[in-house]
């Protein structure tokens, strides 16, 4: 058998020749039948996350499924499900479609805060279309060539050392976000050091309260089923609580690690808890301040002296962030960060890649099994999900059944308001 040469397009809709199978030898021996649906699901979501180079995607289904699929066979199955590249798909899709599909991010943007790169990764998420960063450069140089000004950067960079860590889930950075306090909505977040995963992004009633904090990080170890090697936070009270369930349960699950020579738990200042203090700039730029935007314009319909007004806004409003908040993490999850070579860590590749295939980073899987009774009971102990719901579970329930009834299909911050206005008088 012949070795298979392809083209693969690169993300400017460029293509670059190379050879995909040296060796000659037949890989389709466990390979799943054409027409699987299982196989086609996970192209199409592959897609979705703006992966399509084919060597890749072939990498991707042996590690997270299990999959065997040589590289030319999901080059032929993609073609069969109508999934193309960038270069491909602005040469059949009409112009106007194009261009609304890069005004239609435009307008989820007011502030002008995401790039090029950032819009064609947001396109392809929520369409499933694919067009090149050229093409969505120059029809934002074309709409807003202001918004290129505004991304400049221009704060001071502190001097950094490179992380060194192990692998995934060796190391969790936990911290609060509160640009959107002023308006109601704390933040919380988790996020793996090594690979800069986003593991959980949460909004509550209060970021500074410690059984709150604790709460979230216990929901992720139960959702995981383990818990890091260490978690790093800043030196707020709130973090206390933290740092004894951390080293509770690694003592308890994990006795073989010394808590003396490797600790459970490590304050670090905030300037210096990098991983997580990074994210939240990204956060603010390309979404928070859009938040404060959209929320400033109900300043004529709202009135938060009425407390019905205020309860409603307290299920509404929360329950479009956290929607929100579950995009953007899965966006976050799905950018493909820049190659560093300087760098100790995966770059070049989204963090969601490196987590799958960390074994190409020699990097070993570090979370630590826990019993996930043990962790629930532990939850329910500090107050349970009480602890970051802004209003009763009863008025939540019959919130949710007016939103049904009135049959809204979608809520977005463009509608939001108009939605407020119409479940007021039924609430």
Request: charged residues 25%; hydrophobic residues 35%.
């Amino acid at each position: 058998m012949q070795a298979d040469d392809r083209e693969d397009e690169n993300e400017d809709g460029y293509y670059t020749h190379h050879s995909t199978n040296p060796s000659g030898r037949n890989q389709h021996k466990d390979c799943p039948p054409k027409g699987d649906h299982k196989v086609a699901n996970l192209l199409c979501e592959y897609h979705r996350q703006n992966i399509s180079d084919r060597k890749l995607i072939s990498k991707l289904l042996q590690a997270e499924h299990g999959i065997k699929m040589s590289e030319a066979t999901v080059a032929r199955r993609r073609r069969e499900l109508g999934l193309f590249g960038s270069r491909l798909t602005a040469a059949q899709l009409p112009e106007v479609t194009k261009r609304q599909l890069v005004l239609d991010q435009l307008a989820d943007d007011p502030t002008g805060r995401r790039g090029p790169r950032v819009v064609k990764e947001l396109i392809a998420n929520k369409t499933g279309v694919m067009l090149p960063r050229k093409y969505i450069r120059d029809q934002m140089m074309l709409q807003e060539p202001e918004g290129f000004v505004v991304r400049q950067p221009t704060s001071k960079k502190l001097s950094r050392r490179p992380l060194v860590v192990l692998g995934p889930h060796h190391e969790w950075s936990g911290d609060g976000h509160d640009k959107l306090t002023q308006i109601g909505f704390p933040i919380w977040g988790i996020r793996d050091v090594w690979s800069g995963k986003w593991l959980g992004i949460w909004v509550l009633p209060n970021n500074r309260l410690k059984d709150a904090i604790a709460y979230l990080y216990l929901s992720l170890c139960y959702q995981l089923g383990g818990i890091p090697i260490q978690t790093t936070t800043d030196c707020g009270s709130e973090t206390m609580e933290i740092y004894g369930f951390a080293n509770a349960l690694r003592e308890h699950f994990s006795p073989h690690l010394s808590l003396n020579e490797l600790p459970a738990h490590k304050f670090l200042k905030s300037v210096h808890n990098t991983t997580i203090e990074r994210g939240w700039l990204c956060l603010r730029l390309q979404w928070g301040d859009n938040v404060k935007v959209f929320w400033e314009a109900g300043s004529g319909i709202y009135d938060e002296m009425d407390l019905r007004q205020y309860d409603l806004v307290k299920w509404l409003w929360p329950k479009l962030i956290q929607q929100e908040l579950n995009q953007l993490q899965e966006q976050f999850n799905n950018h493909r960060v820049r190659k560093d070579s300087s760098k100790k860590l995966p770059s070049g590749v989204s963090p969601n890649v490196a987590f799958a295939l960390h074994d190409e980073y020699q990097a070993e899987n570090c979370l630590q099994a826990v019993d996930r009774e043990v962790v629930r009971q532990l939850m329910e102990s500090i107050g349970g999900e009480d602890l970051i719901h802004f209003v009763s579970v009863e008025y939540e329930n019959h919130a949710q059944t007016i939103f049904t009834n009135l049959g809204f299909k979608e809520l977005s911050f463009h509608n939001v308001w108009n939605i407020f206005s119409a479940m007021l008088p039924l609430i």
